[in-house]
């Protein structure tokens, strides 16, 4: 069993920056490929980026290609969302998620755990 912690999020002026964080509990952790989603109200959860369990393949969505990067220390069973640039569009609940096995994926399906979300709030 995984458990994940996101924290992080925030009220930010658009422009501005946030740095999630998500906390995972395990002992393998650097046996998980991990991932970030988001919902905005009214649609459906959405990929946002992923990266690979050593941290050298990393994927993004085009909407945020650019604004954000995603790190991992695995010594601190951690997993980062660096969010630059942010835009109203951008408000949502943020999800942190893993998959157990090393190469990740953009679909939500595919992952095994997730966190319970934090919310980022990106004002005009």
């Known amino acids: 069993q995984v458990q994940l912690v996101e924290s992080g999020g925030g009220l930010v002026q658009a422009g501005g920056s946030l740095r999630l964080s998500c906390a995972a509990s395990?002992?393998?952790?650097?046996?998980?490929?991990m991932g970030w989603f988001r919902q905005a109200p009214g649609k459906e959860r959405e990929f946002v980026a992923s990266i690979s369990w050593s941290g050298y393949r990393t994927y993004y969505a085009d909407s945020v290609k650019g604004r954000f990067t995603i790190s991992r220390d695995n010594a601190k069973n951690t997993v980062y969302l660096q969010m630059n640039s942010l835009k109203p569009e951008d408000t949502a609940v943020y999800y942190c998620?893993?998959?157990?096995?090393?190469?990740?994926?953009?679909?939500?399906?595919?992952?095994?755990?997730w966190g319970q979300g934090t919310q980022v709030t990106v004002s005009s």
């Open positions: 395990g002992r393998t952790f650097g046996n998980y490929a």
């Open positions: 998620a893993a998959r157990v096995v090393v190469s990740s994926s953009q679909v939500a399906y595919d992952y095994d755990y």
